[in-house]
């Protein structure tokens, strides 16, 4: 029998993909669920958008392109830096790349050696921790609590960090608990790495035009932080764009390089037509996305006030994403029927097959007493889905 190779043991199937997945096959089947498991806005791509790739493709924008991307794209995302953060770069520190996720892997892949340590502030984005242990890093998980937003404090980052920390991942605003960081707690974080100039840091910021509380704020803005600072960001969330699968990166020079040097030999360029998309999103209007975001913040309003009536459920405060993150542990060692909660695994079985309703396993963010509830879907499904919710916890005892 041939032998597979041993980094596949390293990772394992997303659960928040493994959901969608479990819920597609039962719609399939006729059964009527409410899917709250996906992080995918439900707006089409501004019409805008549409039409500029439309125009590329009728003027035969259809070959191959630099690896990094069109120098109209890159000059784009050096304006987008400028306009939203005031951050300055040039057109060579950006990497554009086949979705944010891309971005990720060829940072990890550029930064991590075997045995160098990461440190991750939890609960955090499934795939970070499964891409340090491709290159056979070593994960420091770093617990954060509900108390505190799920926000890491200066002094567990101090704790954390040791003679092998190379490099430091978190987003902002987070998935999977929508936590925002404020201007003073990121200038309390940058104030530790100061201390220690050999770490790296991946700041995603996929989220950032979805963000209920104020301006978005950037890490990178603080010292020399810049030069050792890769921000992540893409278009699939601020602007509907999920399947058009374009990211980019701005890092520091070195990173930059080494990041293209590792697409050019996986993806290579992305999709030519995409690009040119991408030009009239970060260059043009923003009201549709302030439109979509404004939807969201209505819909957070409400599925945060109607969780909160839930007796047992324990909810933070979201300031940005589309994620609802309760604490479900109160429904621990409860039963009904035939289904036993012996932890957020059972929990979001029982959701799914008895409420009709799919939420993700807090287990995958390094969260066991938690689920993900997204709230990118319309609001009839919201409250159906809450009051389904509602009326099977409670059926548990």
């Keep these: 029998m041939n032998q597979l190779a041993d980094r596949l043991s390293r990772i394992s199937e997303p659960q928040t993909i493994k959901m969608a997945k479990l819920s597609r096959e039962l719609k399939a089947q006729g059964i009527d669920i409410v899917d709250l498991s996906i992080g995918e806005p439900d707006f089409d791509t501004p019409a805008h958008i549409r039409e500029a790739a439309k125009k590329a493709i009728d003027e035969g924008f259809t070959h191959y392109t630099p690896v990094a991307g069109i120098a109209e794209l890159k000059q784009a995302v050096v304006h987008k830096f400028k306009r939203d953060n005031g951050l300055d770069y040039t057109p060579e520190q950006i990497v554009v790349s086949t979705g944010a996720k891309q971005c990720l892997a060829n940072a990890v892949?550029?930064?991590?050696?075997?045995?160098?340590?990461v440190i991750i502030p939890t609960p955090y984005w499934v795939t970070y921790s499964e891409q340090v242990s491709l290159c056979q890093g070593e994960v420091v998980f770093v617990p954060c609590s509900i108390e505190n937003n799920y926000k890491i404090t200066p002094a567990q980052l101090e704790a954390a960090i040791t003679p092998k920390t190379r490099l430091f991942m978190f987003s902002s605003p987070c998935n999977p608990t929508g936590s925002v960081y404020s201007k003073a707690e990121l200038e309390g974080l940058a104030a530790v790495f100061a201390k220690h100039p050999q770490i790296f840091i991946i700041s995603d910021?996929?989220?950032?035009?979805?963000?209920?509380?104020?301006?978005?704020?950037?890490?990178?803005?603080?010292?020399?932080?810049i030069n050792r600072t890769i921000i992540i960001n893409g278009l699939s969330k601020g602007f509907a764009m999920t399947g058009w699968r374009l990211g980019f990166m701005a890092a520091p020079l070195d990173i930059a390089k080494a990041c293209d040097k590792i697409q050019s030999q996986f993806t290579s360029a992305t999709c030519s037509i995409t690009q040119r998309a991408a030009v009239t999103a970060l260059t043009g209007d923003l009201s549709t996305a302030e439109a979509m975001v404004a939807e969201f913040k209505k819909r957070r309003a409400f599925i945060h006030e109607a969780l909160k009536s839930i007796p047992g459920l324990k909810v933070n405060d979201p300031e940005g994403a589309f994620y609802m993150f309760p604490d479900v542990s109160a429904f621990f060692n409860k039963s009904f029927e035939d289904s036993h909660i012996k932890g957020a695994d059972d929990l979001c079985m029982y959701l799914l097959h008895k409420a009709n309703v799919s939420a993700v396993t807090g287990v995958a963010f390094q969260q066991p007493n938690c689920i993900r509830l997204s709230y990118a879907t319309s609001m009839d499904k919201l409250e159906k889905g809450v009051e389904r919710m509602k009326t099977w916890l409670a059926k548990l005892a």
């Design 109 to 117: 892949l550029s930064i991590v050696n075997p045995g160098d340590e």
């Design 205 to 225: 910021e996929i989220y950032e035009y979805i963000n209920y509380v104020g301006k978005h704020e950037s890490i990178a803005q603080f010292g020399d932080l």
